[in-house]
Structure formats: structure tokens, C-alpha cells
């Protein structure tokens, strides 16, 4: 096998990696966001792969935390790639760039990366988004069950079992499964963040704040998007 | 005034900007990363033709000001909401001085509001004095991200900032704005947090909340704010140009606003210089909820757009509307949301 094709191969590994590292606020792939701007796969004399992957983001002033969030996921994803034996994934453009990609790259943490700046590690701010994407999902679902006749009063005792298999249901059973919460097949559908059943009284209430989070999630991955097309160059808004 | 149909729409822009972002009074890369991505948004979400080059965006003239919102952008009365930003440039980006000298300059068409920063301790609250009696200060403009020397950012929750609050209840300054984030540090918590509204609303019931760009890109957190707290309102600065490039995103934001708050508690902005208040004027007007949505979303009448427009606005602020833009009275802030606001469980 000649290096082009170990390279070939390492690079095509490397973007399906980078394809399950999250925006955590967008809650979409980096990759179809468009931040993965290169990769670039070396061989080192031992013969394994040298990584490189420059990540880039719709402002230069995108919430830091968030930045250093996916910069190390990317790393994480990237290092657990089989052959890869060095990665470097380098934000660029941004105002924070130095502090994050040190941070990353050092693996002290993300508190060690902003001294004085950080009081802690962001697992609960990554806990709060997966809850906001675990919602957004959730009225994903509902509304196509509605759309196929379902009475509101009815979601509350459905299980996954009856929910049609969809991209929608698969989405649902992801979020619902880094949250922690039940996802066999007779897990009833409609639960709050902590998988607690809705009563059927709040099954309105829930439902609406539900499509509020994901009006307010979709809408800023399509601002985000937008950004980072007139910031670098690209097609086009669809319009929509 | 903006006349269609028949229909006199009274037109208060209640965000707009006269800044310096020019390269001369930038004071470091902050200053031009700030601007720089102002002019994305301004670039993203305007139509070509009022797309202005970079040089023009950073610094542009009171004709070009004066123009936008008076001659051709049917804007009755602008109201001035300073971004001071010291940090990052050298004479401020945009000040309460700046803003009140092109006021007096035109008497009658600007509402000067004022700033604060509870980081400026004892001393600041004597300047806010000065300041709310050298301008007749009834609003403020608050931008919670901004840096000063080591602190990058503060909340309205902070003893602080209630002790500000507390001197603009005493000053008569009862319109707050809140410009939410991106507040950078503590990195660990959501940047554009807006928890702490929530908190100073119940605190001081007396003074209106507005939180410009309705809490964008935390919609969902200021509708459920909002829904509790009947002297928060929105700002739809940021929001209204989604008309243009995503109409039927826009369509889902007024909707759920108009669903968690009401008509009554949103109001028009253009954030100029970021957009210009002609079109989006002209094109909400003309602007529907899609078919497919009404459903769930209802449709806009001239009474919700007139309220918007400006209507609200020159409640929050005491300016006279003409007769014929005015609509019947009927009872406001009554201390409850109206219509079809849900009921918040315990």
C-alpha cells in the first residue's frame, strides 16, 4: 500500500470523525456547518499519521466556551482515529484562538486553558444544550405524530414503540440517550429533560416551549451558517 | 410616518447607533474584530442594494444618519442607545456625548438614553446623575458583555447593579435596555444567559426591561421570562431583518413572541446602522404569516403591526402619536400577559 493511499484513507477516517463532534449550542456537525475548513494528513517516520485540522467559525467573537468545546471534541475524535499518532486541531479567526488551541493542545482542561476566567469545567454547560437539543428533538417528533393525527392527550402514554421509524425518531433516541434517559422501545415518548412523564394537563405547555427551543436552535444554526458564508466566501441563501 | 392602504403606521426606531468604528479610533484587534462583525451581520442580512462598503460602515456621516431614518426611512422619532466599548476604541464606539450632540443638532427627533456600569462603583453613580440630568435620561441602554480591564462582563443581577437600578428608579429613568452577550466569562456558563433579567424584573417592578434582539439566540429563555414577568418586553433589533433572508424563520420568532408575550410588550428597531429602517419598514408592512403556519401562529392586522411599529414605543416613552396613527384606547400593562399566554407551572 503506497503512502497516498494511507493518506487517502486517514483523511476520509478523519472527516467521518469529525462528523460526530456536535456545535453543542446548534446541536449539528461541524462538518455540515462548514467550521472544518482543512485537513491535512502527513505520515511521521514511524509511520503513522500527523493530523492537522484548521476549524473556523461564523465571528470572530463566537462564545469562546462553546469554540473551546468543539476544538476539543475535534481533538478527542481525531486522536481516536486508528493509525492517527499526532493531531493538532487549530482554531483560527477568532479572538480567543491562542488560549483555546494552547489549552487543547496542552490537554490540561478547559478551567487550566482560561485562568481566572473559567470557574470550573463546562460539564453543565454542555448538560444545559443537551437538554435544549433533547427538546428541540422532541417537538421534531411530536409534530410529525400530530401531523399524522395523533390527539395531544395520546403522546403521553405512546411509547418509542409506536413512533414510526424516521430521521426524526433516530435524532430523538440520540438526544435521549446523552441525556441518559430510557430509549428502549417501551419507554414512554413524552418525558421532560430528567425523564420524568409530562402529565397530560402540561402536555400543551411543554409542546410549545418545545417548538420555541427548536424555532430558537434552528434558526441560529441558519444565522451562524449564513455568517460564515459572507465571512469567507460561498453559495448563496436558500431563502428559506 | 409610513402610510399603506390606507393605514398611518407612527414610526418609532427605538435602536439606533452614530459610531465610530473607523480604524483611527480602533484601539486594538478587539476594536476591529467588533465592527468587522457588525459589518457581517450588516452584510448577511441586508439586500444588496443597501449594502454599504466597509470604510462607509465604519464611520458614516450625520447626512447619511439623518437621511436613513428621516428623509426615506419614514422614522418619526429614533431613540439613541449608546455601546461605549472603551476597551476597545479610543474615543468609545458609541457614546451618550456622541449621540446627544447630533440630538440637539435636530431638535425633536432623537430620544437620548444614557449608559451605566455597576463596575464604576460609587463614583459612577454620581456620574449617571450628571448624565441623566445633562440629557433628561428616561432610558438607559445596558450591554453586559462589555469588558473593563480584567472583568469581562457583569450581570444585572449583581449588588452592584442594583444599586443602579435603585438610582434610575430615583433619576426617572424607567426604560432599561438590556443588551444580552455575548458575555464572555465565567467561560463555563452560557454567554448569553438571561436568568438575570428574570431576577432584577421582580426586583424593581416599577422599571420596564426591554431586551433587545428579544433574547436572540435565547429566544426561548426570554419568551419564558417574559411570560412571568409582565414588565419585560422585546426588542426586535437583530430579528427584523430575517424578513428579508429568512421569512419564514421570521414568521416563527414573531409568532412565538406574539404567543409568549403579546403584542402589546414588542418593539421595532432597526439597530442602525447594522439595517436601515426603510425597508424593514416597508417590507413588514407588507409582511404575513405563511399560510401553512396560521394554524398555529395566527396572521399580523395593522392594529399588531401599528403597535409594534411604534405604538408601544411611545407608550414606554410618552411621545405624542398624531391622530390619525393613534388606535382606540384600550387597557395596557394591566400586570397580566393577554391572550394566549400559557400559564407558567410552579
Not at chain 2, 403579546?262 to 421595532?268: G, K, P, V
Request: aromatic share 10%; charged share 25%; proline share 6%.
Amino acid at each position: 500500500m503506497n503512502t497516498g493511499t494511507v493518506a487517502g484513507h486517514t483523511t476520509t477516517a478523519v472527516w467521518s470523525a469529525l462528523g460526530a463532534v456536535l456545535d453543542p449550542e446548534l446541536d449539528e456537525p461541524v462538518t455540515r456547518l462548514g467550521f472544518v475548513h482543512e485537513v491535512e494528513v502527513g505520515e511521521c517516520e514511524a509511520g503513522g499519521a500527523v493530523v492537522r485540522v484548521v476549524l473556523r467559525l461564523p465571528t470572530y467573537f463566537c462564545a469562546p466556551n462553546f469554540a473551546y468545546l468543539m476544538v476539543a471534541d475535534a481533538a478527542d475524535a481525531v486522536r481516536a482515529v486508528p493509525g492517527v499518532t499526532h493531531a493538532e486541531i487549530v482554531l483560527c479567526d477568532h479572538f480567543a484562538a491562542a488560549e483555546i488551541n494552547a489549552g487543547v493542545a496542552e490537554e490540561h482542561g478547559f478551567a487550566a486553558a482560561f485562568p481566572g476566567e473559567a470557574t470550573g469545567e463546562p460539564a453543565v454547560l454542555r448538560r444545559t444544550f443537551q437538554r435544549k437539543a433533547y427538546l428541540a428533538s422532541l417537538d421534531r417528533v411530536c409534530g410529525m405524530l400530530l401531523a399524522r393525527g395523533w390527539r395531544p392527550d395520546e403522546l403521553t402514554t405512546r411509547t418509542l414503540a409506536d413512533v414510526p421509524d424516521s430521521p426524526e425518531r433516530r435524532r430523538l433516541v440520540r438526544r435521549r440517550a446523552a441525556l441518559g434517559l430510557p430509549c428502549d422501545p417501551d419507554s414512554v415518548v413524552l418525558v421532560d429533560e430528567d425523564g420524568v412523564p409530562i402529565p397530560s394537563g402540561q402536555v400543551t405547555t411543554t409542546l410549545r416551549f418545545a417548538r420555541a427551543v427548536r424555532v430558537s436552535i434552528e434558526g441560529n444554526a441558519g444565522l451562524c451558517t449564513g455568517l460564515l458564508r459572507t465571512r469567507y466566501g460561498g453559495v448563496q441563501e436558500d431563502g428559506s | 410616518m409610513y402610510t399603506k392602504d390606507g393605514e398611518h403606521y407612527f414610526i418609532v426606531d427605538s435602536h439606533v447607533h452614530f459610531w465610530d468604528g473607523s480604524p483611527a479610533n480602533q484601539a486594538n484587534r478587539y476594536g476591529k474584530g467588533f465592527v468587522e462583525c457588525f459589518y457581517d451581520y450588516h452584510r448577511n442580512l441586508s439586500p444588496d442594494e443597501w449594502v454599504w462598503p466597509l470604510d462607509k460602515f465604519e464611520r458614516y456621516s450625520e447626512k447619511d444618519l439623518m437621511d436613513d431614518l428621516f428623509v426615506n426611512g419614514y422614522v418619526d422619532k429614533a431613540i439613541f442607545q449608546p455601546t461605549y466599548l472603551g476597551d476597545f476604541y479610543v474615543n468609545g464606539f458609541n457614546t451618550t456625548e456622541q449621540d446627544g450632540a447630533i440630538a440637539e443638532r435636530h431638535p425633536g427627533r432623537f430620544i437620548v438614553n444614557g449608559s451605566w456600569d455597576p463596575r464604576e462603583g460609587e463614583s459612577g453613580l454620581d456620574r449617571l446623575e450628571v448624565l441623566a440630568h445633562r440629557w433628561n435620561l428616561t432610558g438607559v441602554k445596558l450591554y453586559t458583555a462589555e469588558w473593563r480591564g480584567d472583568s469581562k462582563g457583569w450581570k444585572l443581577s449583581d449588588p452592584w447593579a442594583y444599586r443602579y437600578l435603585e438610582k434610575c428608579e430615583e433619576l426617572g429613568i424607567v426604560n432599561i435596555h438590556v443588551h444580552k452577550g455575548p458575555t464572555i466569562y465565567p467561560l463555563n456558563r452560557d454567554a448569553f444567559d438571561v436568568a438575570d433579567v428574570d431576577e432584577a424584573a421582580s426586583a424593581f417592578p416599577n422599571l420596564r426591561f426591554i431586551v433587545e434582539h428579544c433574547g436572540l439566540p435565547r429566544l426561548e429563555d426570554f419568551c419564558w421570562i417574559a411570560t412571568q414577568e409582565p414588565n419585560v418586553y422585546g426588542g426586535l433589533a437583530v430579528a427584523m431583518p430575517f424578513i428579508h433572508t429568512r421569512p419564514r424563520y421570521f414568521a416563527q420568532v414573531l409568532g412565538e413572541l406574539l404567543y409568549w408575550l403579546d403584542e402589546n410588550r414588542l418593539t421595532f428597531a432597526s439597530d442602525y446602522a447594522i439595517w436601515s429602517p426603510r425597508w424593514l419598514v416597508e417590507r413588514f408592512v407588507d409582511f404575513q404569516i405563511p399560510e401553512d403556519m396560521r394554524a398555529e401562529y395566527g396572521v399580523l392586522t395593522p392594529e399588531i403591526k401599528k403597535k409594534i411599529l411604534g405604538l408601544n414605543a411611545a407608550r414606554l416613552y410618552g411621545i405624542e402619536v398624531p391622530g390619525e396613527a393613534a388606535l382606540p384606547e384600550e387597557p395596557v400593562d394591566s400586570g397580566e400577559a393577554i391572550g394566549s399566554a400559557p400559564v407558567v407551572p410552579a
